[in-house]
């Protein structure tokens, strides 16, 4: 009975068109998405190719632990393949401001189009430099940082929204860095 449900899993998966596919488990929370793994060899990793991946408050609130959460967006950035277009952070005063520059560095490599990222801290987050790498990005959403652009910093060339709140700007760097930004 159970190879008859694996095989009607892989007859099922190996029919839809990939978009589809990606369409479902792209409705899915990300740890009920990561857990279609179990279903089949070939469903294994179809998790690790979603485009948009989302860790807030309900992702945070579904761990006992934070050091939980933490581990596991660790393992899905270390076993994404493929682009992520989309990814939003926030909703744990808990994420600690160098695991957030490590997901940001990583990110920096997949072409991120829209990235949020809020922090719930008493301190500011001061934006990592390889943020300011990120050439497709046309959505920017920050909360509590500290934007300091690096002096080389020629502006999101593709930037079409950007959503700032309680956002610290050093004062070097505005003029300089915003001059070059597209408004819309």
């Known amino acids: 009975m159970k190879s008859a449900r694996r095989c009607d899993v892989d007859t099922i998966s190996n029919n839809l068109p990939r978009d589809i596919l990606d369409g479902i488990l792209g409705r899915l929370p990300l740890k009920d998405a990561a857990k279609s793994s179990i279903l089949s060899k070939d469903w294994r990793y179809k998790w690790a190719t979603r485009k948009e991946l989302e860790f807030d408050y309900h992702f945070f609130e579904s761990f006992a632990h934070f050091q939980e959460a933490k581990t596991i967006i660790y393992q899905v950035l270390l076993l994404h393949k493929g682009p992520i277009l989309k990814f939003r952070l926030g909703g744990s005063n808990l994420i600690r401001f160098r695991d957030i520059d490590h997901w940001i560095l990583f990110l920096s490599k997949k072409n991120v189009e829209e990235l949020t990222i809020r922090v719930r801290s008493d301190n500011d987050y001061h934006l990592p430099s390889n943020l300011f790498t990120f ?38 760097s505005i003029k300089e860095s915003y001059l070059s930004m597209p408004i819309s």
């Open 135 to 172: 050439e497709k990005l046309r959505l920017l959403e920050v909360e509590n940082c500290l934007f300091h652009p690096p002096p080389d910093f020629k502006g999101f060339k593709k930037l079409v929204n950007l959503g700032l709140h309680c956002v610290t700007f050093l004062p070097d």
